[in-house]
């Protein structure tokens, strides 16, 4: 008896030891948890009275221009915008200094929500422009005409310097108003933006007052008609409210942002895949079936083999709800879907994963989770060279305010986190160099509150970790 016992004694110290290594594993060289104070002010929508919700003036004035990529290359731009008073013109008249005036011809539509019902809706696509071209387009053409312009993206190639804006989780809040500032007047301010979802929280008004996605179309008109924001769908784009008979999932979001889903042979938009510059961009839906046998899934698993790294050798993958977030705020969200794609995204090597969802601000090691499978007991993420960066930039400033509550201790493969609003920019310089910078609110237009080196995961897999080893 006494032999059993110690050799039981013996085999508790062992899974205590083991159990304390683990432990290690897990809570140790944790990154930095900001301890940047910032003040406690209540995140309110701005009125409806506002300046940048200002309608503009003249009859049936184009209003609420955004434009997005149109096609998988960057050869096409698709232009949206609304109209108030009677459908008018689909025509978009562009040129550039090489070109003479040419036309291109949309289509309109419009939704009813409730008791809401949308102005006229147009989205007309102008194919087969020039690359790194500057284009001035021409919308409300009959009526009260608007003039912007865009620059085309330059040839889809390996050492193309490109630079992306992030902004996610952005709202119509006071606080959203200084973020899109902030990105403007930001010296390394992107040329297109990758928002990760969840646009105008129109829906926390009562029966979703739709009045609210058209501020918020204006309010962002002054980035958003002059550069593409590539769309990715987050759960205030859902809109379904049994409640007042609108079942129809994604109603205001699909009639107002469209995105070129079938030019990368997907049967939804909301997932989707574009090419830019020397990056491959891979838009996928949390709020859509993500399950084997799922379109999504049939998508995503012939899609990644299409990647051709030495064309576009950054692989970034855009979510709305994070598979890693140490945020005591949608806690485990993302985990099903983490479940089913994150083989996938260490077997092709993702650079980087941008989510939103949670309303703050934080940056992943290189880490994976995919050695469990029910039996083992091995569910603790693990350092690997071969999976992406996990980044959450929910923190746009929408009036739901931020996250400040976090798991403690941060884990080990958390390496910052803060609770903060913000934007990013992902700086490509060739295809083994990439910077990345977090921009807080608070700082000046030029500082990056956190940052990082990436090194190309196909051209240069080398550790570009930022924590002490
Ligand atoms: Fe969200």
Not at 229 to 248: L, V
């Amino acid at each position: 008896m006494a032999k059993i016992g110690t050799s039981s004694r013996v085999a508790a110290a062992i899974v205590a030891v083991l159990g304390f290594v683990l432990s290690l594993a897990v809570v140790c060289n944790g990154g930095k948890t900001s301890s940047f104070v910032r003040k406690v002010e209540k995140t309110v929508d701005m009125p409806l009275d506002s300046d940048v919700f200002k309608v503009p003036p003249g009859y049936n004035a184009p209003q609420q221009v955004h434009i997005t990529q149109g096609d998988q290359l960057g050869k096409a731009v698709l232009v949206s915008w609304v109209t108030v008073e009677e459908p008018g013109s689909n025509t978009v008249l562009y040129w550039s200094a090489y070109s003479k005036k040419q036309k291109s011809e949309g289509k309109v539509t419009t939704y009813k929500f409730y008791n809401y019902t949308s102005g006229y809706i147009h989205h007309t696509t102008i194919r087969n422009l020039k690359f790194n071209t500057k284009y001035y387009y021409v919308v409300g053409i009959g009526h009260t005409e608007r003039q912007f312009w865009f620059i085309t993206p330059p040839e889809v190639g390996p050492d193309v310097p490109y630079t992306f804006g992030l902004i996610g989780d952005l709202g119509q809040s006071f606080d959203s108003n200084k973020t899109l500032t902030h990105y403007e007047l930001n010296p390394q301010k992107g040329q297109a933006v990758l928002f990760v979802g969840d646009l105008s929280y129109a829906d926390n008004y009562p029966n979703h007052d739709n009045v609210r996605w058209d501020t918020w179309g204006r309010f962002t008109e002054r980035s958003v008609a002059y550069q593409p924001w590539i769309w990715t769908a987050g759960n205030h784009e859902i809109d379904f409210a049994p409640e007042i008979g609108e079942t129809k999932p994604f109603k205001p979001y699909t009639h107002r942002y469209h995105v070129p889903y079938k030019a990368s042979g997907s049967t939804a938009p909301f997932w989707y895949s574009i090419k830019r510059a020397s990056a491959y961009i891979i838009v996928l839906s949390s709020y859509s079936a993500y399950g084997k046998y799922t379109p999504q899934y049939k998508w995503l698993e012939q899609e990644l083999p299409k990647v051709n790294r030495s064309e576009t050798p950054w692989l970034i993958v855009l979510m709305h709800s994070p598979w890693y977030n140490s945020y005591n705020y949608h806690y485990m969200e993302g985990e099903t879907m983490r479940v089913m794609y994150e083989p996938w995204f260490v077997k092709y090597k993702v650079d980087v994963v941008f989510a939103g969802h949670v309303h703050a601000y934080e940056r992943s090691e290189r880490i994976s989770n995919v050695a469990y499978n029910i039996v083992n007991g091995i569910c603790i993420p693990v350092k690997d060279q071969s999976a992406p960066v996990y980044i959450t930039i929910g923190d746009g400033g929408n009036l739901e305010g931020l996250a400040t509550n976090m798991t403690e201790p941060q884990p080990a493969y958390s390496a910052y986190r803060e609770a903060s609003f913000g934007h990013a920019t992902f700086d490509i310089k060739n295809r083994t160099h990439a910077y990345y910078g977090w921009h807080r609110n608070q700082d000046g237009y030029a500082v990056t509150a956190d940052s990082m080196w990436f090194f190309n995961r196909y051209y240069h897999p080398v550790d570009d970790s930022t924590s002490a080893q």
